[in-house]
Nanobody, 120 residues
């Protein structure tokens, strides 16, 4: 089970850190990904990481601004977001899967979303 938190309202150029707490980890959730969905748009891939932290993947739109990391002791995956833009406004979801993927359909376990609003 995955639970996302940390969303909020931030001004453009600001930073925010999202957390995804995992319980009952199994091999089926070896990879944790972050997705986001803006109003009226499809859910899109943001970043993903293996629990070991050895492999990461980022969408081009966030590369260099967002950083994904893990804290295995806390069973938590973080998404550090910097230089935020109004177009980053969305509900952010974390999801688990056995393998890397970039499509929502690739991920089998989903947490509830957390809203990030970036004001201009």
């Amino acid at each position: 089970q995955l639970q996302a938190s940390g969303g909020g309202l931030v001004q453009a150029g600001g930073s925010l850190r999202l957390s995804c707490a995992a319980s009952g980890r199994t091999f089926s959730t070896d990879v944790v990904g972050w997705f986001r969905q803006a109003p009226g748009k499809e859910r899109e891939f943001v970043a993903a990481i293996t629990w070991s932290g050895g492999h990461t993947d980022y969408a081009d739109s966030v590369k260099g601004r967002f950083a994904i990391s893990t804290d295995n002791a806390k069973n938590t995956v973080y998404l550090q977001m910097t230089s935020l833009k109004p177009e980053d406004t969305a509900v952010y979801y974390c999801a688990g899967n056995a393998l890397f993927g970039r499509l929502p359909a690739d991920f089998s376990s989903w947490g509830q979303g957390t809203l990030v609003t970036v004001s201009s």
